[in-house]
């Protein structure tokens, strides 16, 4: 299976079936190495040959090595079709006879020549379509190439398909061209599922992914090249793609076939991540080489300069043009590159590791200069390390990158002499301090092998504690989650008798990790811990966090009144905060008090301040908060989304898998809650994988799908969904999300009716609310307890008078404050509720209100529940004009209601759409606990209404 080449393939499919009837055509694959231009020639051909046209299909491929060789191409394409070349005029037989056998002569007419190959394409396909595919058209000789862009320009006439691949669009001029894009992560982790069907653990499939970046062939490479330890996640992934794969020696038989100019401008590219085209100007000068000297080397793809930045298409070319260069050849480029760089602040770590890179054997004073010159980049900023001059931009990445390598090689020049204990004791410390930066730098798996150098023996405590802090922030932020909270606890001791603040960060992001992991239970230890630590002169920024962790596991343990004052110092605090770090933590407790404009401001003060320092690290978890406070202020407008995709884009680029896991899972709710089933429905899927100790990316995954089946009628799936979820009391499981899913759970109970499985669930739900109430009642938001009203509205006796208080309170509260999407919400059910209890003049008012709202807002699913509930209590409701969302814009949901909609009842609606899926009437009666009399009762009713006769006309009436 080819993945996400579906638009491609579309393409080829219809260039085959246009040809076969008559009117033929071509088209031009293009992008760079890898991309499957070769697969998706091959699939044509298999198309076209299994057509039943009978096509014949020809074949041939640009050699580089026959590139000089004129109409060598031409030769190998159209050969089988030598035979017919005798039914050809004269003049235009010898043309194709001298180009493809040399006989001796002068060079056949160009324009004779073209019109026999297209004369010889139409006289063959008028017996039989021809399909022709030519591969690697970029190395083919230069006359076949234009003969056959003359033929492919004029096949309209003909039964004739040519399918063309290249590397650029201009291959083959004047000819349809279809770009090939790198895939999206989900079709990379399909494709690697293909590949290894045992499965990968999900952060090794992410890290290989994002390795890959969407190369369909660097996949296949990485997939077979991985050993039994990387597959089962016993080692660390790859962090390059393999030299010896296809995509490896593809790009080293170019390498090899560039000028030596060539070779020696991309070796001092290679050297050096962060050079621009004025040093590299200056560097070539210096070496009597004109900057021109590159253009064979952007020819072949192998190099992009965009702008001043020089660009390679993977990490592994920049690798090999490195890596085939011989030693003195890298040392003479080093060396060129210490001198060339400039003198400037921003370019002294980058003089020294091109000096260190040149060293013969270790040199204490060069490791120490590295050391000095690598702490610049945090103490000046990212672009200590990596500013590309002239670009009006830094790069934090690159400036991080370079950081990490210069420290990995201070260690390795540091003088560590046999019994010098010292000298081991500095090498760790730059080994250590070179993965944090490789953290930072966005590369975990290479953070994670330079802690594991980091001897055991002799280091001190300290020193521990900071690489198991790192070794714990990673297995938060990247995976295995799991292992982040014995981690970080360990770092805490460790790092508690000489450095008590940095202890007390550990203790935060452990509290951090086990909300993450789903493990609230051991909030209470963390809580004591912190406790051992406080002292009575603590800073501001100490307080902070002792008053977070108090705060944070009151409310964890259920006693929400006993966390509000902690919290709110936390909030009342952060005003003078400036640390990304110590805002998210600020942010948390806004949102645990329910303050979400305040908790907003601060997520959004941590995005700011974690991109003017370069905290790259912080950025994902910083948008994750701005998210959930954007949810609880507007779930249905843009600004929740962006921080979301933003957030998704800041997890990929810095290796964070399991932050990108959430940000994943936000947008599918927030997908789901608009009526975007199939993008709520891609997101899901990409969660399903981070399950473990029910985690948070899956919650989130699971409440999605969960309000998919709420907002299309299935209101027991939806129950089970989140009764999965929803464990109060036993410090498991994901609280946050309970809490948050929580109005969604109470719904669901409700909408799957009495009786059965329905009983636990409504305990359950009775069980949940309470946790919400508590909350609620102890933050006293307003929107909060409006929401927590209506709760209790549903779960009141139907009919009731309690309901109808309730229900009043909540839109009370609900004028108090709070998002128009919940008060929406909470109009429908109280006008349903009112309809059942046959009122409908009292109904509609709130269904009406209802539906106005979720149109103006852009969710379908629930406007069209508002549309169907309306029309049920008697009111003429016209077809709406399509539901556009308020984040794309684009009309989500039906344009207009079906006749099935305007007909049925939402009972009728519900019983007809389980009976479509399949279910016997006993089925739906036990799904929706009803008595199977009462369901043959609804489907006599259905098929009355709809003046159907059976079920299979039902099933198209709904389909």
């Known amino acids: 299976?080819?993945?996400?080449?579906?638009?491609?393939?579309?393409?080829?499919?219809?260039?085959?079936?246009?040809?076969?009837?008559?009117?033929?055509?071509?088209?031009?694959?293009?992008?760079?190495?890898?991309?499957?231009?070769?697969?998706?020639?091959?699939?044509?051909?298999?198309?076209?040959?299994?057509?039943?046209?009978?096509?014949?299909?020809?074949?041939?491929?640009?050699?580089?090595?026959?590139?000089?060789?004129?109409?060598?191409?031409?030769?190998?394409?159209?050969?089988?079709?030598?035979?017919?070349?005798?039914?050809?005029?004269?003049?235009?037989?010898?043309?194709?006879?001298?180009?493809?056998?040399?006989?001796?002569?002068?060079?056949?007419?160009?324009?004779?020549?073209?019109?026999?190959?297209?004369?010889?394409?139409?006289?063959?396909?008028?017996?039989?379509?021809?399909?022709?595919?030519?591969?690697?058209?970029?190395?083919?000789?230069?006359?076949?190439?234009?003969?056959?862009?003359?033929?492919?320009?004029?096949?309209?006439?003909?039964?004739?398909?040519?399918?063309?691949?290249?590397?650029?669009?201009?291959?083959?001029?004047?000819?349809?061209?279809?770009?090939?894009?790198?895939?999206?992560?989900?079709?990379?982790?399909?494709?690697?599922?293909?590949?290894?069907?045992?499965?990968?653990?999900?952060?090794?499939?992410?890290?290989?992914?994002?390795?890959?970046?969407?190369?369909?062939?660097a996949i296949v490479d990485l997939a077979t090249t991985l050993t039994p330890a990387q597959r089962y996640g016993e080692e660390p992934p790859p962090t390059a793609l393999p030299p010896d794969g296809v995509l490896g020696r593809s790009y080293r038989d170019r390498l090899r076939r560039l000028p030596v100019a060539t070779r020696w401008l991309l070796l001092l590219a290679a050297a050096d991540e962060a050079l621009d085209q004025f040093e590299l100007v200056r560097a070539a000068a210096a070496s009597g080489t004109r900057l021109g000297a590159l253009a064979p080397a952007e020819s072949a793809g192998l190099i992009r300069v965009d702008g001043h930045r020089i660009d390679f298409p993977q990490r592994l070319v920049r690798a090999l043009a490195y890596q085939q260069a011989p030693l003195a050849r890298r040392r003479a480029a080093h060396l060129l590159l210490a001198r060339t760089v400039g003198s400037g602040p921003d370019r002294r770590l980058r003089r020294a590791v091109h000096l260190a890179a040149a060293a013969d054997g270790p040199d204490e004073p060069l490791a120490a200069e590295l050391e000095r010159a690598a702490a610049r980049v945090r103490a000046v900023g990212p672009e200590a390390g990596g500013?590309?001059?002239?670009?009006?931009?830094?790069?934090?990445?690159?400036?991080?990158?370079?950081?990490?390598?210069?420290?990995?090689?201070?260690?390795?020049?540091?003088?560590?002499?046999?019994?010098?204990?010292?000298?081991?004791?500095?090498?760790?410390?730059?080994?250590?301090?070179?993965?944090?930066?490789?953290?930072?730098?966005?590369?975990?798996?290479?953070?994670?092998?330079?802690?594991?150098?980091?001897?055991?023996?002799?280091?001190?405590?300290?020193?521990?504690?900071?690489?198991?802090?790192?070794?714990?922030?990673?297995?938060?932020?990247?995976?295995p989650a799991g292992d982040a909270p014995d981690w970080l606890l360990g770092a805490a001791e460790a790092l508690a008798p000489a450095d008590p603040r940095a202890a007390l960060d550990a203790l935060l992001r452990a509290a951090e990790a086990v909300c993450f992991a789903g493990d609230y239970h051991r909030y209470a230890e963390i809580a004591r811990r912190a406790a051992a630590l406080r002292r009575p002169d603590a800073t501001d920024t100490t307080l902070l966090a002792h008053d977070h962790i108090a705060g944070a596991a009151a409310a964890f343990q259920g006693r929400h009144r006993d966390a509000v004052a902690p919290l709110r110092r936390v909030v009342a605090r952060a005003a003078r905060l400036t640390d990304p770090a110590r805002l998210t933590v600020a942010s948390v407790a806004g949102l645990l008090v329910a303050d979400d404009v305040t908790a907003g401001r601060l997520a959004a003060r941590a995005v700011t301040r974690a991109r003017a320092v370069g905290d790259i690290a912080v950025l994902p978890r910083a948008l994750e908060l701005l998210g959930y406070a954007h949810y609880w202020l507007d779930p249905t407008g843009p600004a929740a989304v962006a921080a979301a995709r933003e957030g998704l884009a800041a997890a990929r680029d810095g290796g964070q898998d399991n932050c990108a896991a959430v940000h994943r899972g936000m947008l599918a709710v927030l997908a789901a809650i608009r009526g975007d089933r199939a993008v709520a429905l891609r997101h899901s899927q990409l969660t399903a994988g981070v399950r473990s100790a029910g985690q948070r990316?899956?919650?989130?995954?699971?409440?999605?799908?969960?309000?998919?089946?709420?907002?299309?009628?299935?209101?027991?799936?939806?129950?089970?969904?989140?009764?999965?979820?929803?464990?109060?009391?036993?410090?498991?499981?994901?609280?946050?999300?309970?809490?948050?899913?929580?109005?969604?759970?109470?719904?669901?109970?409700?909408?799957?009716?009495?009786?059965?499985?329905?009983?636990?669930?409504?305990?359950?739900?009775?069980?949940?609310?309470?946790?919400?109430?508590?909350?609620?009642?102890?933050?006293?938001?307003?929107?909060?307890?409006?929401?927590?009203?209506?709760?209790?509205?549903?779960?009141?006796?139907?009919?009731?008078?309690?309901?109808?208080?309730?229900?009043?309170?909540?839109?009370?509260?609900?004028?108090?404050?709070?998002?128009?999407?919940?008060?929406?919400?909470?109009?429908?059910?109280?006008?349903?509720?009112?309809?059942?209890?046959?009122?409908?003049r009292d109904a509609?008012?709130?269904?009406?209100?209802?539906?106005?709202?979720?149109?103006?807002?852009?969710?379908?699913?629930?406007?069209?529940?508002?549309?169907?509930?309306?029309?049920?209590?008697?009111?003429?409701?016209?077809?709406?004009?399509?539901?556009?969302?308020?984040?794309?814009?684009?009309?989500?949901?039906?344009?207009?209601?079906?006749?099935?909609?305007?007909?049925?009842?939402?009972?009728?609606?519900?019983?007809?759409?389980?009976?479509?899926?399949?279910?016997?009437?006993?089925?739906?009666?036990?799904?929706?606990?009803?008595?199977?009399?009462?369901?043959?009762?609804?489907?006599?009713?259905?098929?009355?209404?709809?003046?159907?006769?059976?079920?299979?006309?039902?099933?198209?009436?709904?389909?």
């Open 697 to 840: 990316p899956w919650a989130l995954g699971q409440w999605a799908l969960a309000v998919v089946d709420l907002t299309e009628g299935r209101g027991p799936a939806a129950a089970a969904r989140l009764h999965a979820l929803a464990r109060p009391g036993t410090g498991r499981g994901q609280l946050v999300v309970q809490v948050m899913a929580t109005p969604y759970l109470v719904e669901a109970i409700v909408q799957g009716g009495a009786g059965g499985a329905a009983a636990a669930h409504r305990a359950l739900a009775g069980r949940a609310l309470a946790v919400f109430d508590r909350w609620a009642d102890g933050t006293g938001n307003p929107a909060r307890r409006a929401v927590s009203a209506r709760c209790h509205a549903l779960l009141a006796p139907r009919g009731s008078g309690a309901a109808e208080d309730r229900f009043r309170q909540a839109l009370r509260l609900h004028a108090e404050g709070g998002s128009e999407y919940e008060r929406a919400r909470t109009e429908l059910l109280f006008g349903r509720e009112l309809r059942r209890a046959r009122r409908p």
């Open 1 to 217: 299976m080819l993945r996400g080449r579906a638009a491609p393939r579309r393409a080829i499919t219809d260039l085959i079936d246009a040809a076969a009837t008559g009117t033929g055509g071509a088209l031009l694959l293009h992008g760079e190495l890898g991309l499957g231009k070769t697969a998706l020639l091959d699939d044509g051909g298999a198309l076209a040959a299994d057509h039943r046209a009978g096509f014949t299909v020809l074949a041939a491929k640009g050699l580089p090595d026959e590139a000089d060789l004129p109409y060598a191409v031409l030769h190998r394409l159209f050969e089988p079709l030598a035979g017919h070349i005798a039914r050809l005029p004269v003049r235009q037989g010898e043309a194709l006879r001298r180009a493809f056998d040399g006989v001796a002569g002068p060079e056949p007419d160009r324009l004779i020549l073209c019109q026999a190959v297209l004369g010889l394409l139409g006289t063959t396909g008028a017996e039989r379509p021809l399909f022709c595919r030519l591969d690697d058209a970029h190395t083919a000789d230069s006359p076949s190439l234009d003969v056959l862009a003359f033929a492919a320009r004029r096949l309209r006439p003909y039964r004739v398909g040519m399918l063309l691949a290249g590397d650029a669009a201009g291959t083959v001029r004047d000819v349809p061209a279809l770009g090939l894009r790198p895939l999206e992560e989900a079709d990379s982790l399909a494709l690697l599922a293909d590949l290894v069907p045992d499965g990968l653990p999900a952060d090794t499939a992410a890290a290989l992914a994002r390795l890959a970046r969407g190369n369909p062939q």
């Open 844 to 959: 509609r008012e709130h269904l009406r209100r209802a539906m106005e709202t979720f149109q103006r807002l852009g969710v379908a699913g629930w406007a069209q529940q508002a549309t169907a509930e309306l029309r049920a209590a008697g009111a003429a409701v016209p077809g709406p004009p399509a539901t556009r969302s308020r984040v794309t814009g684009e009309p989500v949901g039906e344009p207009r209601p079906t006749p099935v909609d305007t007909t049925l009842t939402p009972q009728q609606l519900r019983i007809a759409r389980l009976v479509v899926e399949g279910a016997t009437n006993r089925e739906v009666a036990g799904r929706l606990n009803l008595s199977p009399r009462t369901v043959d009762h609804h489907m006599r009713n259905i098929f009355h209404r709809l003046g159907l006769r059976s079920r299979i006309e039902l099933v198209r009436a709904l389909r």
């Open 387 to 479: 500013s590309r001059p002239g670009s009006g931009r830094s790069d934090p990445v690159g400036g991080y990158a370079i950081a990490s390598a210069a420290l990995e090689r201070a260690a390795q020049l540091t003088d560590a002499r046999t019994g010098d204990e010292r000298g081991g004791a500095a090498a760790d410390h730059r080994l250590v301090a070179a993965a944090r930066y490789a953290w930072l730098a966005g590369d975990p798996q290479r953070a994670r092998r330079l802690l594991f150098r980091v001897g055991d023996g002799g280091v001190d405590p300290a020193l521990r504690g900071r690489a198991r802090l790192l070794h714990g922030e990673m297995a938060l932020r990247a995976g």
